[in-house]
Nanobody, 124 residues
């Protein structure tokens, strides 16, 4: 399985970006996609996850109500729409995948596959 993350960029506070994660190699939707981020000088943290089989999504409190993770119309693509971006959202964002479901926070060690990061910079 390979994951390809894209969509990062420079945005002003209050702006929006949409990240994409395209997975190749899964033979079914029985897997979950998650987003993590790592801000400069900080540890990587979980942001959101989506169980592709049933469409259930979960968010960290810091992004709840601003970020939306969803299945794309293109097979094996997962989006993260990020609205009302704040300076604190500046980070390298990574998508990850695991077999089965997610039901909230799952430690990094339990994610099976990782994509490369995409940088999101929120700056005025």
């Amino acid at each position: 399985v390979q994951l390809q993350a894209s969509g990062g960029g420079l945005v002003q506070p209050g702006g929006s970006l949409r990240l994409s994660c395209t997975a190749s190699g899964f033979t079914s939707d029985y897997h979950a996609i998650g987003w993590f981020r790592q801000a400069p000088g900080k540890e990587r943290e979980w942001v959101s996850c989506l169980s592709r089989a049933d469409g259930n999504s979960y968010y960290a409190d810091s992004v709840k109500g601003r970020f939306t993770i969803s299945r794309g119309s293109i097979k094996d693509t997962t989006f993260q729409q990020m609205n009302s971006l704040e300076f604190e959202d500046t980070a390298v964002y990574y998508c990850a995948a695991r077999h089965g479901f997610c039901s909230g926070y799952i430690a990094e060690v339990n994610w099976n596959y990782w994509g490369q990061g995409t940088l999101v910079t929120v700056s005025s």
